[in-house]
């Protein structure tokens, strides 16, 4: 079995870059679980799993979606396995999203706030991941590369202006 200690050093590393430091699927900052999104058909040959980080809120989601979709892992509970921390280290927020929100913009649809209910939440994840309304396998490319992803402002980690982090708003 690989060291659990390297393991999760190797995904404390992952979380400091600017991309995974906010949920994949809404604004919340700091997320402590991983998603491992299995690729779906139509995702280039050999394509392998690739992780993303998301918030407690959100990993509910991702677990509901079942192992078939996606694996979720607590990156401070679990034990982790290599090729889970490949997964992570091959995929990541930007690439995730690069993927599976290609098309999100296009659609007229935006992720839900950090304080959006359940339901909203998993209605946005299962589309996301389960229905690939905003599915592009081309972003597949960026697997392993996230810095070949263009950034747009819009685009950048970060809460809603409007709505700031859940301790935000209950400051207010």
Not at 12 to 18: F, T
Not at 107 to 128: C, H, Q, V, Y
Request: hydrophobic share 30%; aromatic share 6%; charged share 25%.
């Amino acid at each position: 079995m690989a060291d659990q200690k390297a393991l999760k050093k190797r995904l404390k590393v992952l979380m400091l870059r600017p991309d995974n430091q906010i949920c994949s699927d809404c604004p919340e900052k700091k997320p402590t679980w991983a998603s491992l999104v299995v690729p779906p058909p139509g995702s280039p040959p050999g394509t392998t799993k690739i992780g993303a980080f998301c918030c407690l809120e959100c990993s509910g989601s991702h677990r509901r979606l079942g192992v078939h979709i996606s694996f979720v892992r607590s990156v401070n509970l679990d034990s982790w396995k290599e090729e889970e921390v490949r997964a992570m280290e091959n995929g990541g927020n930007a690439v995730v999203n690069s993927i599976f929100e290609a098309r999100l913009a296009q659609s007229g649809m935006a992720k839900p706030t950090n304080l959006a209910d359940g339901p909203t939440r998993e209605r946005f994840i299962r589309d996301k991941y389960e229905r690939r309304k905003y599915f592009d396998p081309s972003g597949y490319a960026n697997v392993g590369n996230p810095a070949a992803i263009p950034q747009s402002p819009s685009s950048g980690p970060g809460p809603s202006p409007s709505r700031g982090t859940p301790s935000d708003v209950a400051r207010q």
